[in-house]
């Protein structure tokens, strides 16, 4: 059963990340953005609403956006782009592996079906935890909270960190969200989210308890038999953390790179595309 968060007053309510604008500019993001929404819902296309506008919903955090982030199951990818294109707006698949997009001169709209590292693909349980909200007077959906944080945990790039976003999301919701459903997500990866819980505890010192006891204790006793054993020697999961701060060690130090078949989802031509476009977002 999809849940609803607490709605929070947001500061700055003419700021995109209000959501609840229902007559934006013509020819504004906020119009283009309206546009691919309600396309999506007229072709009946199951779509959430994740990035600045969810974390917005969820924390009351408003933020600055370059983009609208959509979240489709991959089977319904090239369904979206061909409704969106319909209404004159150019669309390509960006990264087979985890993203497509749609343009309307140089605002774009994301639409993503899995994570940059392949380790978080859109599914029913995305759709099934949704809870409903309106996004510039249109109805949506908002990519669940714990989804949310299970995707964000890993961006830990260079340029981009998003750990502020996972500490607000724990913040906001660690009383109510399903935290046995949120440490099955993360799987054999369960010491990201053991890294986040305790920086949340350093970052909110007085929120600590948002953390329930049972779910700490149970990843700390999996750090002392983990630890207890030794791991593969040859494996860096790094990349699944940075597309860029391990590849010295994949492409010198001989070491296996934790996005590739056997070990995650992800092909070689996918991690060397996903690679190729850090120097391409340069320029």
Same mark, same amino acid.
């Given at each position: 059963?999809?849940?609803?968060? @607490?709605?929070?007053?947001?500061?700055?309510?003419?700021? @995109?990340?209000? =959501?609840?604008?229902?007559?934006?500019?013509?020819?504004?993001?906020?119009?283009?953005?309206?546009?691919? *929404?309600?396309?999506?819902?007229?072709?009946?296309?199951?779509?959430?609403?994740?990035?600045?506008?969810?974390?917005?919903?969820?924390?009351?955090?408003?933020?600055?956006?370059?983009?609208?982030?959509?979240?489709?199951?991959?089977?319904?990818?090239?369904?979206?782009?061909?409704?969106?294109?319909?209404?004159?707006?150019?669309?390509?698949?960006?990264?087979?592996?985890?993203?497509g997009k749609a343009?309307?001169?140089?605002?774009?709209?994301? +639409?993503?079906?899995?994570?940059?590292?392949?380790?978080? $693909?859109?599914?029913?349980?995305? %759709?099934?935890?949704?809870?409903h909200g309106v996004?510039?007077?249109?109805?949506?959906?908002?990519?669940?909270?714990?989804? *949310?944080?299970?995707?964000?945990?890993?961006? *830990?790039? #260079?340029?981009?960190?998003?750990g502020h976003d +996972?500490?607000?999301?724990?913040?906001?919701?660690?009383? !109510?969200?399903?935290?046995?459903?949120?440490?099955? #997500? %993360? =799987?054999?990866?369960?010491?990201?989210?053991?890294?986040?819980?305790?920086?949340?505890?350093?970052?909110? $010192?007085?929120?600590?308890?948002?953390? @329930?006891?049972?779910?700490?204790?149970?990843?700390?006793?999996?750090?002392?038999?983990?630890?207890?054993?030794?791991?593969?020697?040859?494996?860096? #999961?790094?990349?699944?953390?940075?597309?860029?701060?391990?590849?010295?060690? +994949? &492409? &010198?130090?001989? %070491?296996?790179?934790?996005?590739?078949?056997?070990?995650?989802? *992800?092909?070689?031509?996918?991690?060397?595309? !996903?690679?190729?476009?850090?120097?391409?977002?340069?320029?």
């Amino acid at each position: 059963m999809a849940r609803t968060a @607490p709605r929070r007053s947001l500061d700055l309510p003419d700021h @995109p990340a209000a =959501g609840n604008l229902s007559r934006p500019r013509r020819g504004s993001s906020a119009a283009f953005y309206r546009d691919v *929404m309600s396309t999506l819902n007229d072709a009946q296309i199951p779509f959430l609403v994740g990035g600045t506008y969810a974390l917005g919903h969820y924390t009351g955090v408003v933020r600055p956006t370059k983009d609208l982030d959509v979240f489709v199951r991959r089977e319904s990818l090239d369904r979206a782009l061909a409704a969106i294109e319909t209404h004159g707006h150019r669309t390509e698949i960006t990264h087979p592996h985890f993203l497509g997009k749609a343009y309307a001169g140089p605002k774009f709209v994301d +639409v993503i079906f899995a994570s940059g590292n392949g380790s978080c $693909p859109v599914d029913d349980w995305w %759709f099934e935890h949704a809870p409903h909200g309106v996004l510039f007077g249109v109805p949506v959906r908002y990519c669940p909270i714990e989804e *949310m944080i299970w995707s964000k945990a890993y961006v *830990m790039e #260079r340029e981009r960190y998003d750990g502020h976003d +996972v500490a607000h999301l724990l913040r906001a919701g660690g009383a !109510w969200l399903d935290w046995q459903r949120l440490t099955a #997500r %993360f =799987g054999p990866h369960w010491r990201v989210l053991l890294a986040h819980v305790v920086l949340f505890g350093f970052i909110y $010192p007085g929120d600590r308890v948002k953390v @329930p006891d049972a779910i700490l204790d149970e990843l700390i006793e999996r750090l002392r038999r983990e630890s207890a054993s030794a791991g593969d020697p040859n494996l860096c #999961r790094g990349t699944l953390l940075s597309r860029s701060q391990y590849l010295h060690d +994949v &492409h &010198h130090l001989g %070491f296996s790179d934790a996005r590739l078949e056997p070990f995650g989802s *992800m092909t070689a031509e996918q991690t060397a595309l !996903w690679t190729k476009a850090i120097d391409d977002e340069k320029h």
